[in-house]
């Protein structure tokens, strides 16, 4: 079973920048797409990027602020999200997916999360 352990949230002001990690254990599932997903009170969760071997992908409302990196060293995937805006206010989420015409499912069960809160 894969655990997974998200971190890096916090709370800052709109513009600023936060680095979320996401450290990842257990070997049963493929580890090799890994996504960062988030959920905002009252809406449901909504991927927002996912890495492949080859490749970076990122929903419209994050790309050319969040890139998604990973450190397979150190079993680490991160999320540095620069000019955060008020509406990407949520939890964040990781988890190894399955990517298929344009979105990317999830495999496993869901971690704890890491808030991220931004203040206008």
């Known amino acids: 079973q894969v655990q997974l352990v998200e971190s890096g949230g916090g709370l800052v002001q709109a513009g600023g920048s936060l680095r979320l990690s996401c450290s990842v254990s257990g070997s049963i599932f493929s580890t090799n797409v890994m996504g960062w997903y988030r959920q905002a009170p009252g809406k449901q969760r909504e991927l927002v990027a996912h890495i492949t071997r080859d490749s970076t992908n990122y929903a419209d409302s994050v790309k050319g602020r969040f890139t998604i990196s990973r450190d397979n060293a150190k079993n680490t995937i991160y999320l540095q999200m620069n000019s955060l805006k008020p509406e990407d206010t949520a939890v964040y989420y990781c988890?190894?997916?399955?990517?298929?015409?344009?979105?990317?499912?999830?495999?496993?069960?869901w971690g704890q999360g890491t808030q991220v809160t931004v203040s206008s």
């Open positions: 988890n190894p997916c399955t990517s298929f015409s344009g979105y990317c499912f999830p495999k496993t069960s």
